[in-house]
Every structure is written in structure tokens, then in C-alpha cells.
């Protein structure tokens, strides 16, 4: 089991506070096992493992506490027995009705003294009622797919002779959602896999969830975003491309769905900034995938929008790393990612090879435009250091192995 370091070490500091810590992320993503890894911190530092109380909400086994009422009558019955500070784990909590009636019941219960870490897979987990009940009281953490220094120590775990750049070529092709570990990464079996991940995101986390009707337009919208990630995106110009099939759909839908899939965590919204004016553009944003193998998955290969997938690899990688993360906009030029972390200001161009002094130009000249101290970094697969002006060149797997 890949122990997912970068997630622990952030969930640390909350272990055994007053506060709710909530995991969230696409389904299959990791967030039970990141359950368990919490439980075997706990053992580690001396918690008796009877003092924790676990419940999967997708094992039919427990599907009388799917009510607020009886899951609360049960964790109280279950810690009237343990006598003891009790740690509850609930998984995928999103299938209990009002759940977060239950959650803020137990937190505020001077009666007995609860640890409570829950996962879903829908970003409405914190919106709405959630807020009022919590607010103040939760921190969230995103479990994303495997980063590639991950996955490379997943692999290591069954070829310990594979190269970095070996692992890395199997990154760019399996992409990184924890199970195809188990499938040892084989070809078909893989694709079945996410092409039946993704069918169970239509379904259970937006189509189902949003009581939408038509699945068919649904996924055509859905498709057509995910074929064209790190393109610029109009909602404008979906609904014209449907028009001219005889399909009469109006932006609002469109824009609903999509909101559909970025609540499901399956994508990224990416806004634009104007570098020069300091505001945030609210047209031609852009759209990546949380892995680009489902792409690949459900559409056609990758190989031959390598450009694209680089930079959704990238832009993960961002968010892994908590990085707040726009699309620059300089006169008329763009730059692929401009990251901010409180103080912290790195701008990113992402391409897969510098083949020609055309491609070099396009890549630097951007960030070259920008009159502002913050690193600068060109990215890409060459080896060679093609750095210039201040502006460093970084080959992709050495910026994606660093801490």
C-alpha cells in the first residue's frame, strides 16, 4: 500500500482537533485507503484500534444507517461501548440523507469525545446545508490520482529495476488512479477499468445526483470538453457546434453540466488572468481531466495530443502541490499556468519537446514579456538545458520527482 506521504503530512496536524477533516476526490481516487493509512497512524501512536468505528456507505452491509437518525443512534450505541475517545471513519457519506445533521450532532455532544474524518465523492458535500451546520468546523483535503513520483514508487514496488524514465513512459500511458496497481498494469484491463470508472461518474455522481435526463447530451458535452482539454472553451460555441447538428441546446445546459462534472471532480476549471491589468478574465477559460488516461479511456489515444496531455499533467501537479493555478493573458500572448501559494508566484509554460526555434521562441517569449521577479520556468522532455534570460528550462520528470 503506497503510503500518499503528501496527504498524511497535511492531515497530521488535525489528528485527535476539534474539527471534521473531510476527503474528498473523484471516485476510486484513494480515499479509502487514505482512511486506512489515517488508522494505521493512529495505531502507531498508541490507538487501540477498537476504539475506531468504520463504515463504507457503498457496502450494502450498512445500508440501514443510510438516514441521519439511525447512523447517529448507531456511532452513539457503538461509543457507549468503547468508553473511550472514539475515532469515527465514515466513507462515502454522500449516501446518507442528511448526513451533516449527524455529523454536527456528534461534534457538539459533550457526552462523548469523537475524532470524525468522512469522504465523498461530490464537491455539494460542502456546499449548502453543510456550511450552516459546519462552518468553521471542517478542513478539507482533495485526494487526487497518483502524482507521477507515486506512481513511480507504486511500480518500483513490483520492478525494482525500472528506470525513472521507463516509469515515467508508463505514467504518460496508464495515467495514475491507484487500482490499475492491482491489474499490474495491463493493457485492457485497464482501459475496461476507467471506461467503467467513468461510466459510474455519469451515472451515480451527475447524472443521478442532478436528476439530469438527457445522459446522451450529458456525455456529448462532457466528451467534447475532455477531447479538448487545455483548449480554450466556449460555452458560446458548443451550443453553435449542436445547432449545426440539428440540436437546439441552450449555453445555460451546457454550462449546467459542466458544473455537474467539476462537482464530480472528474474536471478542472482553469480561469484566465490579464497580466497586465490585474483582473480575472471571464471568457476562454480552459479545461483539464483529474486523469488523462480516462481520456484516453473513452475517446481515442493520447499520442496524438501530447502537447495537451503534458500540460494536464502538469496542471495536477499544481493542484497536488496547492497551488492556485490560472491561464495568463500578456498582450497577445499566453501563458499555460500562473501558480500563486500565499506569498509564492511561479508562472509555467508547458510544452512536450522544443523541437524547432519557432517552438523555443513561442514558449520563452511569453514569460519573457512578464516585467516581475517571480521564477519562470519552461517545461518540456528535452534533456538538454535550453535556459535563457532567467527564464530556467526543466525537463518534466526531474520538475515532477522534486519535493
Not at 34 to 53: C, R
Not at 159 to 175: I, L, M, N, P
Request: net charge neutral; charged share 30%; with cysteine.
Amino acid at each position: 500500500m503506497t503510503k500518499r506521504e503528501l496527504y498524511i503530512e497535511k492531515i497530521k496536524p488535525f489528528i485527535n482537533k476539534d474539527i471534521i477533516k473531510v476527503l474528498t476526490g473523484i471516485r476510486r481516487s484513494g480515499k479509502s485507503v487514505m482512511l486506512k493509512l489515517i488508522m494505521e497512524e493512529l495505531k502507531q501512536n498508541g490507538i487501540d484500534e477498537k476504539q475506531f468505528i468504520n463504515i463504507n456507505f457503498e457496502n450494502l452491509i450498512n445500508r440501514e444507517l443510510t438516514t441521519s437518525d439511525k447512523l447517529h443512534k448507531y456511532i452513539l450505541k457503538k461509543a457507549s461501548e468503547i468508553k473511550k475517545k472514539c475515532y469515527i471513519f465514515l466513507d462515502e457519506i454522500q449516501e446518507v440523507k442528511d448526513w451533516e445533521k449527524c455529523i454536527n450532532s456528534l461534534r457538539v455532544n459533550d457526552g462523548y469525545d469523537f475524532d470524525i474524518y468522512i469522504t465523498g465523492s461530490n464537491a455539494k458535500l460542502l456546499s449548502g446545508e453543510l456550511s450552516t451546520y459546519l462552518a468553521g468546523r471542517y478542513v478539507e483535503f482533495v485526494i487526487y490520482p497518483f502524482s507521477f513520483k507515486e506512481f513511480l514508487e507504486t511500480l518500483k514496488s513490483i520492478q525494482q529495476d525500472v528506470s525513472t524514465r521507463e516509469a515515467f513512459q508508463k505514467y504518460v500511458k496508464f495515467g495514475g488512479m491507484p487500482f490499475l496497481y492491482n491489474l499490474a498494469f495491463e493493457e485492457e484491463a485497464s482501459l475496461q477499468y476507467l471506461k467503467d470508472i467513468y461510466s459510474s461518474i455519469i451515472l451515480k455522481d451527475i447524472t443521478q445526483r442532478n436528476k439530469i435526463r438527457d445522459t446522451d447530451l450529458l456525455e456529448r458535452v462532457i466528451n467534447y470538453l475532455i477531447m479538448n482539454v487545455g483548449n480554450n472553451f466556449s460555452a458560446t460555441s458548443i451550443s453553435k457546434f449542436f445547432k449545426s447538428e440539428n440540436r437546439k441546446v441552450s449555453v445555460e445546459t451546457i454550462l449546467n453540466y459542466i458544473k455537474a462534472a467539476e462537482e464530480a471532480f472528474l474536471i478542472y476549471k482553469v480561469s484566465r488572468d490579464d497580466l497586465i491589468g490585474k483582473k480575472i478574465l471571464n471568457v476562454n477559460e480552459k479545461y483539464y481531466i483529474v486523469d488523462h488516461r480516462i481520456r484516453e479511456a473513452i475517446l481515442e489515444s493520447n499520442q496524438r495530443d501530447i502537447n495537451q496531455i503534458f500540460k494536464n499533467i502538469i496542471y495536477l501537479e499544481l493542484l497536488r502541490r496547492g497551488y492556485n493555478v490560472r491561464v495568463g493573458k500578456i498582450d497577445n500572448l499566453e501563458v499555460d499556468f500562473v501558480c500563486t501559494k500565499g506569498n509564492e508566484k511561479i508562472y509555467i509554460q508547458v510544452a512536450y519537446l522544443l523541437a524547432s526555434p519557432e517552438t523555443t521562441e513561442r514558449e520563452f517569449s511569453s514569460l519573457e514579456k512578464i516585467n516581475d521577479n517571480y521564477p519562470k520556468y519552461v517545461i518540456s522532455m528535452d534533456e538538454f538545458d535550453m535556459s535563457r534570460n532567467g527564464i530556467r528550462h526543466i525537463n518534466i520528470i526531474d520538475f515532477l520527482i522534486k519535493s
